[in-house]
Structure formats: structure tokens, C-alpha cells
């Protein structure tokens, strides 16, 4: 089965669009969480999966904050666990990986074999052989970096070209009309320009977008569906991590996920008119 | 001790510009590694560090090559045997890590905290603020991606903004007047391009260039040198990866290392009138 293929039943399956990214902060776990080690790690993050999966089309572990905390094992545990107790989502490693050819090689073994992901995110500035080497694994998704959602993704990405052309809408372009033979390719989109979503929508056709930045980093939710949804109304996987995981630091930690979750998937439906 | 005089001292206490690379391939390690495991590759890259030592400035494990067989506690072990044994020399890991602030906080952990490198590579697509959070280790060095030896390097590296200057030497602007106001930034600029290294010599003063592409890349290490030399004659780690580790893939691996090290660290003298 296709990436893409995997990706509409998910979104089918819950009626949702919504992503939780699992980005485990260990100095903002929750009360029971006393000792912010690898293990306290996985089970807040396992909790978290198991309270939100009726109300999200997946589930992105951003690595980072398992490799500051030499939390690599419990991060092959989590996916294992995703992977077994809801093959029906989405599990999408955010590692945004960039490097020439061999070691793209080894960061797609890493993301597909070691953790199993369906999907994996990655940074464009390393051009196209950055990028082929995950094309080996024909049903996986490759996520692309186009417009991000933080305070410096103007620095580069809104750079005028010779053409006129912003810089990231270069990207979407190329993506959509070149990089993506195989089919794999999706891209990042955040949700804080929601203009800058529709006209990327514009040039990339059904292509699927992960779009971070609901939540925590304000995103308009209206405005991010009017804009980023495709002709079927889906296209998106629009993640929140920080809003949903530490909806409370109290031992309704896992209650008030549900319901963070769940808000946002019906926000998230409103919006779509359904 | 600054990054910029740790690396000065390092280049001056071997003479030598060289930075040796450190990618285990598993499916190239020499004969005597039979298992292709993670203690196989951290015994070879302690054997390449051991006989290299004598001509390099420094090692630069790149980080995949770890990381997609599980093989960060080994990871650890060699970079704290780097610290410890070879303390004068600079130790680099070669992420390439590119996120939003609080993300980037949990990686510059994992490259200055777990790993103790003196330095890391970074993307720059994401902006200063995925930039900042590692300028909070003021001893260490930030070495970001600008312009790179592969192939695809020119999808994006070489669009023409519509200053018209090419967008690689944007970057290397942006870092040297606007990001670096630490002093503890560098930049990746591959030696397939010497007449790009010269350019980006010019705007950016004695800001420390990391030069992959010499050796297996094809890049001329006399070209380069001219092109890339600061007013000291030095301003530059030059690496070369695969041209050392798989010197030789017989029983003599250790010892044509140490010949292809050498004889490297003898072409870039030679090149600087030493």
C-alpha cells in the first residue's frame, strides 16, 4: 500500500485531519512523571497516543527530544507500539534529515527500518539526491520542508528569486513538478501564513501537506483548512504537539489530551463543513 | 577556550588542515570486521581515529552512519575516546540538524551534552532562530550547511535571487554579518566548487570554512587551498572520508589509512607553501 494510499484510510477512518506530534519536553511532563527519564518518556508518550487515537489521522515522534536523552530504544518502542496497536494511522518520524546521497542512505534506513515510520520529514537545501534515496522505499512518504511556521522561516524561504518567485514556492514547485516521480512526496506547510498555504495548494495539486503550527504557535484553524484543504477536502495533516500533550500537568494529563484532541478534530471538521 | 581557538591551536598542533571524516559504512569496513555490528564499527573508527591522529585537526562522525544500526552508545564511547585521548584536536559530529527553537534546543543537548562535540553542523533553511539555541554552548561551533559537493547542491544552493547574487552566498552573507555575533559560526563549502569557496572567502573574512569533497568527491586540494586559505593561510578543515577509511580493505587498513592521511596532509601543506 501506498503511502498516499495509507494516508487517505487514515484520514477516512477517524474523520480527522489532525496529527499529534509527540515531542515529550521532559521538563514539562506531567505530576506522575517524577523522574523525566527514558522511561517516563515512553510511557507519557504511549499514554498520550492511547488517549488521543480515536481523534487524529496519525502520530509524528519528533526525534529530537528522544536523542537529547539517549531515549533511542524507547523511541523503537513507541513506533513498535504505534505501529502494532493502530496500523490504521499514520506514524511519521520528524527528523527533518538533509545530507548528500550515502548518508541519506543511512538516515532513511534509520527512519523506515529502525523505526518503522510511514513517513519521514526532511530539509531540501541539499537538493534533489538528498531526497532519492528514501524514493527506494516505495511505500513510505518523504516530507518535504517548504514554509515553516517559526520566526526565522522568512530568513530563507521568503528570499525573492530572480523570477519573482519566493523562495519556498520554488520548492513546492519543484517538488510537486520533478522531485516527486514516485508518488512519495509531501510537504511542510505551517499553519502562521495561511495565504502563503492556498498558494502553495495552488501549484502542487493533491499534493499531501503536513501543516505544524495550530496550537501552541497560534494557527488559525479557519483560515488553514480554506486554504490548505484539496479538491476531496482532505490534503492535510495538520499537527499539533504542545496543546494537546500538556493540555494539563496534572493527573488528568491524559483526559485533558482527549479533550484537547478531540476539540481539534471537530474544529478542524467545522471548518471542512462536515 | 573559544571554538575558533581550540580549532586554531589544532590546526597548528599537527600542521595540518585535515579533518578526518568518520562514515562506517558497514558494507566497506575492512576484512577483519566480520560482523558489521555496532561494536565492529565503533573498534574500526577508534583504529582509523588512532592512526590518523598524528596528521588531522580533527574527526568528524557523521551521525547516520550510527544512527541506522543503533549504534549511538557507540557512539558515545568513541567520542568521549576522541576527548579524552586526542583532547587537542576538534571533535565535530556531522548532523546537519535544521528544526524550530525549542527542537533545536533538544539537538544542540544531544551534539554538546551526550555527544561533548566541539561542534555540529546545521541547516540553515529554517532561519537564526533554528540557529540560536546552540550559540547557548559559547565554547562550541556552529557550522552551517551554504554551499555542498554533491550533485543536487545547485537546486537550491544556485537560484539566482533577484539582488542576483546566487542564494549560497546569501547564506554566507547572512552568517558572517548577521548570525555570527557569537564568533562561534562556520560554514560547510565543498571543495567541488573552487572558485565558490573563493567567493564566499571573500564575503565572509577568517570565518572557518568545513571543506568536504576532497578525495572520493573529486575535489583539487591545490585549487581549493588558494581559493579557500584565510590571511593566516589556514581558516579551513578540509575533510576527507571515504579516501582514508577504505584506504585498503585488507589487514594493512589501519597502516594505508595512515599513508592516505598523511600523504593529504602533505598535498594541503604543500598547497599553502609549507
Known amino acids: 500500500m501506498s503511502f498516499t494510499t495509507k494516508l487517505a484510510a487514515a484520514w477516512a477512518h477517524n474523520q480527522s485531519l489532525l496529527m499529534v506530534g509527540l515531542d515529550p519536553d521532559t521538563s514539562r511532563?506531567?505530576?506522575?512523571?517524577?523522574?523525566?527519564?527514558?522511561t517516563d518518556i515512553l510511557n507519557f508518550c504511549k499514554g498520550i497516543v492511547d488517549a488521543t487515537a480515536p481523534y487524529v489521522c496519525g502520530f509524528k515522534p519528533q526525534i529530537a527530544y528522544f536523542a537529547a536523552h539517549a531515549a533511542e530504544p524507547q523511541l523503537e518502542?513507541?513506533?513498535?507500539?504505534i505501529r502494532r496497536s493502530y496500523p490504521h494511522l499514520v506514524l511519521m518520524l520528524d527528523a527533518k534529515r538533509g545530507d548528500i546521497g550515502s548518508t541519506a542512505d543511512q538516515y532513511a534506513k534509520e527512519a523506515f527500518e529502525r523505526y518503522q515510520a510511514d513517513a519521514v520529514t526532511v530539509n531540501p537545501y541539499m537538493g534533489l539526491d538528498s531526497i532519492e534515496p528514501y524514493f527506494a522505499w516505495p511505500d513510505r512518504g518523504v516530507i518535504i520542508l517548504c514554509r515553516t511556521s517559526n520566526p526565522g522561516g522568512s530568513d530563507l524561504q521568503f528570499l525573492k528569486l530572480e523570477s519573482g518567485q519566493p523562495l519556498y514556492l520554488h520548492v513546492a514547485e519543484?517538488?510537486?513538478k520533478k522531485w516527486n516521480h514516485h508518488g512519495q512526496c509531501g510537504l511542510v506547510v505551517g499553519a502562521t501564513f495561511p495565504e502563503e498555504i492556498a498558494q502553495v495548494r495552488q501549484v502542487?495539486?493533491?499534493?499531501p501537506l503536513l501543516i505544524p503550527g495550530i496550537g501552541a504557535q497560534g494557527g488559525d484553524i479557519d483560515a488553514t483548512v480554506q486554504a490548505g484543504r484539496d479538491a476531496n477536502g482532505t490534503g492535510m495533516m495538520i499537527n499539533s504537539s504542545r496543546a494537546i500533550l500538556y493540555a494539563s500537568s496534572g493527573i488528568d494529563w491524559q483526559d485533558a489530551a482527549a479533550?484537547?484532541?478531540?476539540?481539534?478534530q471537530q474544529a478542524i471538521n467545522r471548518a471542512r463543513g462536515l
Do not use: M, N, S, W
Open 29 to 38: 511532563l506531567p505530576e506522575p512523571f517524577l523522574h523525566r527519564d527514558p
Open 77 to 81: 518502542v513507541l513506533c513498535d507500539y
Open 174 to 176: 519543484l517538488v510537486a
Open 204 to 207: 502542487v495539486g493533491d499534493l
Open 259 to 264: 479533550r484537547a484532541a478531540q476539540a481539534t
